[in-house]
C-alpha cells in the first residue's frame, strides 16, 4: 500500500478561496471523484473531488482557510479497500451542445408508488420562482398539460418575494433620497427627508403584490394548474404534496398526489446560516433585512457580497450605522477590482468600518443589543455591539428537501442537483434548473434554464449554451459584468485586449453629476472578438445588456464602435469604449504614436 498526497487540482479562475465545508474526515474510505471540500467565492461554489481511492490518513486543511491550485488536502493510502463504486461517473457538464451527461454521483434507487392519484399531466415543475414559472409557462405554451407546485400563497419565489423585487424596490427609494441630497449643488435645496417606515414597507409590498398578482393571471391563462403545497418525489413518476394555507407553510393535513409524464426541479435555494449565531430577532438573513420592520441605529452586515452591500445600501440612506465584515480581501467577489474600487471611493464615509480579512467569530445577545467578537486583520479588540445584524454569507441549494433519491434522482453532497447541458439529472425524464443546479444563482439563469428544460421536455433540441451570465450589484454607484473579467482571463492565461471609455469624458455623464465610473470592454487578442466587459456608474445594470448580446453575437469592436449610439446617452459609452480599443475614439485625448 502507498501513501498519496492530494492536492487541489486546476480551479480556473480561482485563487485563495475560502474552504466553507471538509467534507471527509480522518479514516474515511473516499472514492476516486468523491468531493473532499466545498470551496466558494461569491460567483461560485465548487467542490474539489479525490483524484485517487484510499483511505484518509491525515487531512490539511479546515474551514475558514483559503486554498488554490496545488494547496495539500489530505494525505491517503491508496489500495486500501475502497467504498463500493454505484454506478461510473460520466463526464463533467459543458456549457456547449452536443449532449453531455450529468455526472453520477451514486444513483439512489427510485421507489415504486402505486396509491391513489389526484391529478395527472406532462409537466410537472416543482417550485415557482423564475426558473419554475418560467418552465412551467413555457411547457404550456408548447402544448404540455403542466401542473406547477410551489408551497408559499403566492408564484415568483425568492426573487419576486424575498430578492431582486423588493431590494430593488427599496434601492430605488433610498437612491432616489441620494440623490435629492446633491440636488443643492445645482441651486435646489429639499428638507431633510422624513421616513414613514410602515409606507415605505406598504410600496414595497405592493410591488411584490402587482408582479406576483400577474403572474397568477398568466398562470391562469395558460392553464397551468397551481397546486399550493409542500411537494416531495415518491418514485420517478409520482410527487407528494402536502396542502399549505396562509402566509406561509402551514399544512393543512391533507394531501395530494400527482403523476406525471417529465418532471422539472426548481426548488431554488435559502440562506445560509452561520452555526454560532443564536436565535434572535435582531439576527436576520436577506429576508429578514426586506421586512423592513424598523431601522436600526447600529447595524451589521457579514458578507460583503452583492446581496450584503445592497442591504448595506438600502439602510445606511435610511439612517443606520453600518459594519461590514467580510472574510475575503476584497468586497463584491467576482467583479474586477478596477470596477469595485470605483464604487469603494464613491462610497467612502457612507458606512463606519468596512473590516476585510475578518470573520464574525462570536455573537452573545444582550438587553441592549447582539454582542459580536471578530477575529482577522480588521478586527476591533471589543466586542460591537448592534441592533441589527445581517447575515448575507451565501445561499444553500434546497436540493436535500425533496425526496429526490425516491424519484432515483443524484442530489451531491451539498444539495445540488448535477445536470447536463440540456438540464437532465440522471434520470432522463427529470431535470433541474436554478439555483438547485448551481451557481450563479441568479434568477436570469434561472429562466434561461427553465426554458431550456421545457422546450427539451417537449422534444426540442434545446441546450443551455449561454455565452455569459451577467451580474450586477444593484448598489450605487451601479456594478455590472458580463462574460470573462480581466483577472479571469489572467488566470486562464487568455491574451485580451481592452477598451475603456472614462465617463470623465461623457456628456450625459456630466450632465448627471454622476461621471465616477466607465466602461470597459475586453477582446480576444487573436480572434478581436468581445470576450467580456464591465461598466461602473448610474445604470450600469441596465447597460450590460448591450454587452451581454455583443458578446452573444461574436461582435467585434468594429461592429460595436460602428453602430451608432443615441447621444447624449451613458449607453453610447459601450460605442465609444469600442473605440477606444480601436485606438481611435475622437472623444478621448489622441492616443499617442509610438
Ligand atoms: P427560487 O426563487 O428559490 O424559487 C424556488 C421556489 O420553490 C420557492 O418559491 C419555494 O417556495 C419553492 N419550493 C421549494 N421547495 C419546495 C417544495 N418542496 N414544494 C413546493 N415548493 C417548493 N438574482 C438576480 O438575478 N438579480 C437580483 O437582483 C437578485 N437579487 C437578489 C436579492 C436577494 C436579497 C436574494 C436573496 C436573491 C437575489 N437574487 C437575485 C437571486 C434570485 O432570487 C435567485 O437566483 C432566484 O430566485 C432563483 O430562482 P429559482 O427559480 O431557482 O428558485
Request: proline residues 5%; glycine residues 12%.
Given at each position: 500500500?502507498?501513501?498519496?498526497?492530494?492536492?487541489?487540482?486546476?480551479?480556473?479562475?480561482?485563487?485563495?478561496?475560502?474552504?466553507?465545508?471538509?467534507?471527509?474526515?480522518?479514516?474515511?474510505?473516499?472514492?476516486?471523484?468523491?468531493?473532499?471540500?466545498?470551496?466558494?467565492?461569491?460567483?461560485?461554489?465548487?467542490?474539489?473531488?479525490?483524484?485517487?481511492?484510499?483511505?484518509?490518513?491525515?487531512?490539511?486543511?479546515?474551514?475558514?482557510?483559503?486554498?488554490?491550485?496545488?494547496?495539500?488536502?489530505?494525505?491517503?493510502?491508496?489500495?486500501?479497500?475502497?467504498?463500493?463504486?454505484?454506478?461510473?461517473?460520466?463526464?463533467?457538464?459543458?456549457?456547449?451542445?452536443?449532449?453531455?451527461?450529468?455526472?453520477?454521483?451514486?444513483?439512489?434507487?427510485?421507489?415504486?408508488?402505486?396509491?391513489?392519484?389526484?391529478?395527472?399531466?406532462?409537466?410537472?415543475?416543482?417550485?415557482?420562482?423564475?426558473?419554475?414559472?418560467?418552465?412551467?409557462?413555457?411547457?404550456?405554451?408548447?402544448?404540455?398539460?403542466?401542473?406547477?407546485?410551489?408551497?408559499?400563497?403566492?408564484?415568483?419565489?425568492?426573487?419576486?418575494?424575498?430578492?431582486?423585487?423588493?431590494?430593488?424596490?427599496?434601492?430605488?427609494?433610498?437612491?432616489?433620497?441620494?440623490?435629492?441630497?446633491?440636488?443643492?449643488?445645482?441651486?435646489?435645496?429639499?428638507?431633510?427627508?422624513?421616513?414613514?417606515?410602515?409606507?415605505?414597507?406598504?410600496?414595497?409590498?405592493?410591488?411584490?403584490?402587482?408582479?406576483?398578482?400577474?403572474?397568477?393571471?398568466?398562470?391562469?391563462?395558460?392553464?397551468?394548474?397551481?397546486?399550493?403545497?409542500?411537494?416531495?418525489?415518491?418514485?420517478?413518476?409520482?410527487?407528494?404534496?402536502?396542502?399549505?394555507?396562509?402566509?406561509?407553510?402551514?399544512?393543512?393535513?391533507?394531501?395530494?398526489?400527482?403523476?406525471?409524464?417529465?418532471?422539472?426541479?426548481?426548488?431554488?435555494?435559502?440562506?445560509?446560516?452561520?452555526?454560532?449565531?443564536?436565535?434572535?430577532?435582531?439576527?436576520?438573513?436577506?429576508?429578514?433585512?426586506?421586512?423592513?420592520?424598523?431601522?436600526?441605529?447600529?447595524?451589521?452586515?457579514?458578507?460583503?457580497?452583492?446581496?450584503?452591500?445592497?442591504?448595506?445600501?438600502?439602510?445606511?440612506?435610511?439612517?443606520?450605522?453600518?459594519?461590514?465584515?467580510?472574510?475575503?480581501?476584497?468586497?463584491?467577489?467576482?467583479?474586477?477590482?478596477?470596477?469595485?474600487?470605483?464604487?469603494?471611493?464613491?462610497?467612502?464615509?457612507?458606512?463606519?468600518?468596512?473590516?476585510?480579512?475578518?470573520?464574525?467569530?462570536?455573537?452573545?445577545?444582550?438587553?441592549?443589543?447582539?454582542?459580536?467578537?471578530?477575529?482577522?486583520?480588521?478586527?476591533?479588540?471589543?466586542?460591537?455591539?448592534?441592533?441589527?445584524?445581517l447575515v448575507a454569507v451565501g445561499r444553500t441549494p434546497n436540493g436535500k428537501k425533496i425526496d429526490a433519491a425516491a424519484a432515483g434522482v443524484v442530489v451531491d453532497e451539498r444539495g445540488f442537483v448535477p445536470v447536463d447541458n440540456q438540464m437532465r439529472t440522471n434520470v432522463n425524464h427529470i431535470f433541474a434548473i436554478g439555483?438547485?443546479?448551481?451557481?450563479?444563482?441568479?434568477?436570469?439563469?434561472?429562466?434561461?434554464?427553465?426554458?431550456?428544460?421545457?422546450?427539451?421536455?417537449?422534444?426540442?433540441?434545446?441546450?443551455?449554451?449561454?455565452?455569459?451570465?451577467?451580474?450586477?450589484?444593484?448598489?450605487?454607484?451601479?456594478?455590472?459584468?458580463?462574460?470573462?473579467?480581466?483577472?479571469?482571463?489572467?488566470?486562464?492565461?487568455?491574451?485580451?485586449?481592452?477598451?475603456?471609455?472614462?465617463?470623465?469624458?461623457?456628456?450625459?455623464?456630466?450632465?448627471?453629476?454622476?461621471?465616477?465610473?466607465?466602461?470597459?470592454?475586453?477582446?480576444?487578442?487573436?480572434?478581436?472578438?468581445?470576450?467580456?466587459?464591465?461598466?461602473?456608474?448610474?445604470?450600469?445594470?441596465d447597460l450590460i445588456g448591450e454587452v451581454c448580446l455583443a458578446i452573444e453575437m461574436g461582435a467585434d469592436a468594429v461592429d460595436i464602435g460602428k453602430t451608432i449610439h443615441p447621444h447624449p446617452t451613458l449607453g453610447e459609452s459601450v460605442g465609444l469604449a469600442a473605440e477606444a480599443a480601436l485606438g481611435h475614439c475622437t472623444d478621448l485625448p489622441p492616443v499617442k504614436k509610438k
Open positions: 500500500m502507498a501513501k498519496q498526497i492530494i492536492l487541489v487540482p486546476d480551479i480556473g479562475d480561482y485563487s485563495d478561496v475560502p474552504v466553507i465545508e471538509v467534507l471527509i474526515k480522518v479514516g474515511d474510505v473516499i472514492e476516486k471523484e468523491q468531493p473532499l471540500l466545498v470551496l466558494e467565492s461569491d460567483k461560485a461554489t465548487m467542490e474539489v473531488p479525490a483524484d485517487a481511492a484510499g483511505t484518509i490518513l491525515s487531512i490539511s486543511v479546515k474551514a475558514g482557510d483559503k486554498v488554490g491550485k496545488g494547496s495539500v488536502v489530505a494525505e491517503i493510502e491508496v489500495g486500501a479497500a475502497t467504498a463500493p463504486q454505484v454506478t461510473a461517473t460520466a463526464a463533467a457538464p459543458a456549457p456547449m451542445p452536443p449532449p453531455v451527461a450529468a455526472p453520477v454521483i451514486s444513483a439512489p434507487i427510485a421507489g415504486q408508488y402505486s396509491g391513489k392519484v389526484d391529478h395527472e399531466c406532462e409537466v410537472l415543475v416543482l417550485g415557482a420562482g423564475p426558473g419554475g414559472y418560467s418552465a412551467a409557462f413555457r411547457s404550456a405554451d408548447l402544448g404540455m398539460s403542466t401542473i406547477l407546485i410551489e408551497r408559499y400563497s403566492t408564484l415568483g419565489g425568492v426573487c419576486l418575494n424575498v430578492g431582486c423585487i423588493p431590494s430593488k424596490a427599496l434601492l430605488h427609494t433610498t437612491a432616489v433620497m441620494d440623490e435629492v441630497k446633491t440636488m443643492s449643488k445645482h441651486g435646489i435645496s429639499y428638507g431633510a427627508p422624513k421616513i414613514e417606515i410602515d409606507q415605505l414597507r406598504g410600496y414595497k409590498n405592493s410591488v411584490i403584490a402587482k408582479l406576483t398578482g400577474g403572474l397568477a393571471g398568466m398562470a391562469k391563462a395558460r392553464k397551468v394548474t397551481v397546486v399550493r403545497g409542500l411537494g416531495r418525489f415518491l418514485d420517478a413518476n409520482h410527487v407528494e404534496v402536502e396542502l399549505t394555507q396562509g402566509d406561509g407553510q402551514d399544512l393543512t393535513g391533507q394531501k395530494e398526489v400527482i403523476r406525471f409524464q417529465k418532471a422539472i426541479i426548481a426548488a431554488g435555494s435559502q440562506p445560509v446560516k452561520l452555526p454560532f449565531l443564536p436565535e434572535d430577532s435582531r439576527i436576520v438573513d436577506s429576508t429578514g433585512a426586506l421586512l423592513l420592520k424598523s431601522i436600526p441605529k447600529r447595524m451589521l452586515v457579514i458578507g460583503g457580497g452583492i446581496i450584503g452591500l445592497e442591504m448595506a445600501t438600502v439602510y445606511s440612506t435610511l439612517g443606520s450605522r453600518i459594519d461590514i465584515a467580510e472574510m475575503m480581501d476584497g468586497l463584491m467577489a467576482g467583479a474586477d477590482r478596477d470596477l469595485e474600487k470605483v464604487w469603494e471611493k464613491f462610497n467612502a464615509g457612507r458606512f463606519e468600518k468596512i473590516m476585510l480579512k475578518t470573520r464574525a467569530s462570536k455573537a452573545e445577545v444582550k438587553a441592549d443589543g447582539i454582542a459580536v467578537s471578530f477575529e482577522g486583520e480588521g478586527a476591533p479588540t471589543e466586542p460591537q455591539t448592534y441592533d441589527l445584524v439555483d438547485i443546479v448551481g451557481q450563479p444563482m441568479l434568477a436570469h439563469k434561472a429562466v434561461h434554464e427553465g426554458h431550456v428544460a421545457a422546450e427539451v421536455a417537449a422534444g426540442e433540441k434545446s441546450y443551455f449554451d449561454a455565452k455569459q451570465i451577467p451580474s450586477v450589484a444593484y448598489t450605487d454607484p451601479e456594478v455590472a459584468w458580463a462574460g470573462l473579467t480581466e483577472e479571469q482571463c489572467k488566470a486562464k492565461g487568455i491574451a485580451y485586449e481592452k477598451g475603456l471609455f472614462p465617463w470623465a469624458a461623457s456628456g450625459r455623464a456630466i450632465a448627471n453629476g454622476r461621471d465616477e465610473g466607465f466602461t470597459k470592454l475586453i477582446f480576444d487578442a487573436t480572434s478581436k472578438r468581445i470576450i467580456g466587459g464591465g461598466i461602473v456608474g448610474t445604470h450600469a445594470g
